[in-house]
């Protein structure tokens, strides 16, 4: 059935909207695997992170499908896969029915402001989707992504590898259990951003125009992004910084350093979201930020509030208040790491010094690593390759849940933490609302859902 819908129809049944976020038809496509059956897979993004995304995804499947913008990156995995078809332009997948017929998966690793568009054509055609953290560029895309994968009873995966990490799943199981008592904090912090942005980048001081490099396709680049010329700077990987196409130092990091916080203590819309800032501006991201998000209580979880900090603000490196500080460092014997976190519960404090969560420091005296065993969550502790392999695991036995990072769970993840850069954008505390995804401050709404540029407008943004 999949091979009668080409981009053309899924668009066409996007007018109508179901609440507040659009769901797609009824019709669920996704199929029932065999245990020996071979899937086929299709990755989208095939340089940098999605290298090795595609490398891993093809030890349990066969690649028919490669797309990237840059010509640089497609090469090489074109002469790895030959029987691959090749495209830069991931729509023309979708508009290949042949093709698409025989994809059972894709890998979406792009930039973040081309996670969602693809993503969720997939799953609108029945395919079960791994896409790179963060899960999605705008808040309204993870509401939706979560939307769609279960819908269409899809099986996802969100690359965060910390996830797999036993020595995370441990620390989840330990503060589920109280070792903590009431968790009434978090504070995060990170050593990004490590690409230009505020206060050297701003839109009063934007990088050099220049020709688009022959190897790359700027306008598929663009995609659903405003339409601006190719500037230095800007591809590869240095796009993190700028509002259009990255989600700065938030959106990069904080579905790694924050999971083990957000999974352990159940978190999920947030109620309320304020931040302060420096060098805000238009283009790009700031030079420093301490953004506060606030949790609700949840069964028989307290309120909690989440920090985040990034930046350095007049030379100093943003960190949580120096009494925690303290009580990390000698907790660990070491000196204060340039990303981790820090609980803060009412029988004491846990420490993560790692952007995974992967080792954990409990005043309590428990303590978590790579030799740690979960005992109710599954063993894994094989990272990146850890993520696929039970990704593939939930598609052949039909369980999206077996996928701990399954778009479930990570958009709830992605979506509290981009509410951070609508609060940096806007300059204004405001309440949220994650029923119908909306703040209370007109300010925050073509934040929490842009709009596409034309062209791009495939999922009924725009309809």
């Not at 897979?41 to 940098?48: S, T, Y």
């Not at 690409?195 to 839109?203: E, G, I, L, S, Y």
């Not at 995609?223 to 190719?230: H, M, S, V």
């Not at 989440?306 to 660990?332: C, F, I, N």
Request: with cysteine.
């Amino acid at each position: 059935m999949a091979n009668r819908f080409t981009r053309r129809h899924l668009l066409a049944a996007s007018a109508a909207t179901l609440g507040y976020l659009h769901l797609a038809p009824a019709v669920s496509w996704a199929r029932v695997y065999r245990a020996n059956e071979k899937l086929r897979v299709a990755g989208i993004g095939v340089g940098g992170k999605g290298s090795s995304d595609i490398d891993q995804a093809a030890r349990h499947m066969e690649v028919v499908a490669l797309c990237d913008i840059d010509e640089t990156h497609l090469a090489p995995k074109a002469k790895k896969w030959p029987q691959a078809k090749t495209f830069f332009d991931y729509r023309k997948i979708f508009d290949d029915a042949s093709l698409l017929r025989n994809i059972d998966a894709f890998t979406v690793s792009t930039p973040d402001h081309t996670h969602a568009l693809p993503s969720i054509l997939a799953m609108r055609h029945g395919k079960h989707v791994y896409c790179q953290k963060p899960l999605t560029h705008d808040v309204y895309e993870a509401h939706l992504m979560r939307a769609e994968a279960k819908k269409n009873k899809v099986c996802t995966q969100m690359g965060n590898q910390g996830t797999a990490a036993n020595g995370l799943r441990r620390a989840v199981e330990l503060i589920q259990k109280g070792v903590l008592g009431d968790v009434t904090e978090v504070h995060v912090w990170t050593n990004r951003p490590v690409w230009p942005q505020a206060p050297d980048v701003t839109d009063k001081k934007p990088p050099k125009k220049a020709p688009v490099p022959a190897t790359v396709h700027w306008d598929e680049f663009l995609g659903p992004a405003p339409e601006r010329e190719y500037a230095v700077g800007i591809h590869p990987f240095k796009w993190r910084g700028f509002w259009d196409y990255g989600t700065g130092a938030i959106g990069d990091m904080a579905c790694h350093t924050a999971n083990m916080a957000f999974m352990a203590l159940r978190l999920g819309h947030p109620v309320r979201v304020s931040a302060t800032a420096g060098d805000v501006n238009e283009l790009t991201c700031p030079s420093f930020a301490h953004v506060m998000i606030h949790f609700p209580a949840r069964d028989k979880m307290v309120p909690v509030v989440v920090h985040w900090y990034e930046g350095k603000k007049d030379g100093r490196k943003m960190l949580p208040p120096e009494s925690l500080v303290v009580q990390a460092t000698q907790l660990s014997g070491k000196p204060l790491v340039n990303s981790g976190s820090i609980l803060v519960g009412t029988k004491g404090i846990a420490y993560s010094p790692d952007d995974y969560g992967a080792q954990v420091f409990f005043s309590t005296g428990e303590s978590t690593d790579g030799t740690s065993k979960p005992e109710t969550l599954p063993i894994n502790n094989k990272a990146d390759q850890g993520q696929k392999d039970e990704w593939v695991e939930a598609i052949k036995a039909g369980k999206p849940e077996l996928a701990l990072a399954n778009f479930d769970y990570a958009g709830l993840l992605t979506a509290a933490f981009l509410l951070g850069n609508v609060a940096i954008r806007t300059g204004k505390a405001f309440n949220f609302n994650g029923e119908t995804c909306t703040a209370d401050i007109k300010e925050a709404a073509p934040l929490i859902r842009r709009e596409y540029r034309k062209g791009w407008d495939l999922i009924g943004y725009n309809a």
